[in-house]
């Protein structure tokens, strides 16, 4: 019942900031936790970030922690993943979901980000 669409992605030296963005459409995008996820060249898809659909509480994995930082805004039905003193091994094609029941049943088509060193 949601659609995603991933943009924000590009080109960004090692220690700047870049800002994703997901625009969903859908009647119920409020009622939706979300998450970021990303893939990098040889590796499997790994959780980034996530935020509850009620109180807005965040998780992090570890590797982004105190750089990364996820957010929605529910008037305009959209979701943003602010990264901060970015890195090379940030390196990937980043993901928008969203969670209904245990599953992550909504997909976006993914946003390259790549660091430059």
């Known amino acids: 019942q949601v659609q995603l669409v991933e943009s924000g992605g590009g080109l960004v030296q090692a220690g700047g900031s870049l800002r994703l963005s997901c625009a969903a459409s859908?009647?119920?995008?409020?009622?939706?936790?979300m998450g970021w996820f990303r893939q990098a060249p040889g590796k499997e898809r790994e959780f980034v970030a996530s935020?509850?659909?009620?109180?807005?509480?965040?998780r992090y994995a570890d590797s982004v922690k105190g750089r990364f930082v996820i957010s929605r805004d529910n008037a305009k039905n959209t979701l943003y993943l602010q990264m901060n003193s970015l890195k090379p091994e940030d390196t990937a094609v980043y993901f928008c979901?969203?969670?209904?029941?245990?599953?992550?049943?909504?997909w976006g088509q993914g946003t390259q980000v790549t660091v430059s060193s």
């Open positions: 979901a969203a969670l209904e029941g245990s599953n992550w049943s909504y």
């Open positions: 859908g009647r119920t995008f409020s009622r939706y936790s």
């Open positions: 935020i509850l659909w009620i109180g807005s509480m965040t």
